[in-house]
Every structure is written in structure tokens, then in C-alpha cells.
């Protein structure tokens, strides 16, 4: 709802990256109620944060031009839109190819047998794929709260089928995300794969409204790449405010982690095993007491 809401006010560029003002009452409350350490590098990241939204709100786009049903059906097959699209199906489609391959290593070869690069790069493009797809019900709900502005206005667009083709494209993307996140959260580490997707998020939420809209069209050299340098530093302060891994985790995060690899390592041994002949994979039944565990 409050998307919807914020949708009226907004330009979808400028809406995506002041998103990142979560991440500052964020360290606020864990300061303030959950009496947690504010570190040096949590100040840098929010400072870098800050800037970065003076910069948006500097130089964004502050027009909330009001659309109609065919002015916003001419932008989705405007020909800079589907070549945009087209694009992004394509880099979709080359990331998808490239985490299963990733998949495929590991599983033949092992975690160890893989280099560093694939451990980066599977996470890296689940991120993307995830964000591609996920960001454009950024762009749907801002369609559908157009539409909404003009049923109540007494223009319904209740009775035309764009509505409902744009409502379940919402729905699809949106539900799409979610799911992605929690897979992606339960598949990879949480240092590793949540500044990814919260970078992707942001990143292709500005990009999809910055060409669906034209807003490159308000845009003059100097407005654009001051837009830009506020869009890096909110995504260098999202990526330092990001969980890490080191001294700065106490003992119970790291009592936790353990216990999570312990998990994760007891749920894959007793799905199966590898046997000394070949690569067959055949089941394995845990004792009762290590189960339980």
C-alpha cells in the first residue's frame, strides 16, 4: 500500500533511490532501542547515504507528470523501452546460463574444486536475475497507481483490459522477488548476498523508470551526472552498511553461523552421498540421534 501510495508522488527514479533512507532508521533503531554499537564504518556508510539522497533531491526529477491509459501503453511499446527490454531478456538470459553452469561445477567438482570466481560469480548472477525480473513491479505499481489516480478522478479503467494485463505483471514480479529473496537468502550468505541484491534492487528500479518515463529527456549533462554520483554513493553506503564477517561479529553470530553450517551440512549428507565407484548419488538415513541435533 505504502508503494502505491508513494507511486502518486514521486517519479519512479527518484522514489527507487530515496528508498535508501531505510537503511539510516535502521541504524538508527538498532542504536536507539537495540542499544547496539554504532561502528566507525556504520557513520561512513550513513554519511555516504545522506549525501547521496541531497544529491537525488538536488538534481532528480521532481515533475510527477500525470499520464493517461494510452499514454502509458504507447511508453511500454515505445521503441527505446523495447530496446531496453530486450536487452535486459538477453543479459537475463546469459546470467541464468552462467549460474547453472556455476551449478554444475560445483556440483561435479565440489566447493573446493571451483576457484574463488565462481563463489563470486553464482550469488552475483542469482542477483541479477533477481533484480531484473523482481525491480520491474517497481514499474508496475506505478502504472497501477496511474490508473488508480484516474478511476478516482472519474476516468475508471476498470473496465479496459490493461489494467488487469499491468495488475498481474505486478503480481508475477512481485511475487517473483519474494520468492527469490528467501531462496537466495537460504541458498547463499547473508554478507555475501544481501548488499547484491539490495545494490540490484536499486540500481535497476532507477534504470527501468529513468527509460520508461523519458525522464533523460529533463535531463541535462550536469543534472545527469550529478544524479548519478548521488546513485553511487547511496550504493557504496549500502554496500558498507552491509553484514560482515571478521571481529565485528560477536560471539553469538558466530555461535549462530556455526550452527547454521552445521545445518546446512546436516541437511546435505542426509539427502545423500557420493559413492567410491562413480558419481551415483544414493540416499542416506541419518541415526535418530544425529537428526534430531
Partial sequence: ????????????????ALGSVQFISNVAFAYLV?????????????????????????FGNHQSKTYSHQELLRNYIDHVFLVYVFGLLLLVLLLYFTYRKGRQMIAAK??????????????????MVSGIIGTQSVLF?????ILLRLTVN???QLNGWFTYVVLTLFIMTA????????????????????PMLQIVWTFFSISTGFVYFEEYQVFNSFKASM???????????????????????DDGDKELQLEVEEFRELKRMSTCKRTGQGEELIPVILPLEASAT
Fill in 1 to 16: 500500500m505504502l508503494l502505491f501510495v508513494r507511486s502518486f508522488l514521486f517519479m519512479q527514479s527518484l522514489l527507487a
Fill in 34 to 58: 537495540l542499544k547496539e554499537t554504532v561502528t566507525g564504518r556504520i557513520m561512513i556508510a550513513t554519511g555516504f547515504i545522506v549525501v547521496g539522497n541531497i544529491f537525488l533531491v538536488s
Fill in 110 to 127: 565440489g566447493d573446493d574444486g571451483v576457484g574463488i570466481y565462481w563463489h563470486m560469480l553464482l550469488p552475483f548472477s542469482y542477483a
Fill in 141 to 145: 505499481a506505478k502504472s497501477l497507481s
Fill in 154 to 156: 472519474g476516468d475508471s
Fill in 175 to 194: 511475487a517473483f522477488w519474494m520468492i527469490r529473496l528467501n531462496q537466495g537468502l537460504a541458498m547463499f550468505d547473508a554478507i555475501l548476498i544481501v
Fill in 227 to 249: 544524479f548519478g554520483l548521488g546513485v553511487l554513493c547511496i550504493i557504496c553506503g549500502m554496500f558498507l552498511l552491509s553484514p560482515r564477517g571478521g571481529k565485528e561479529m
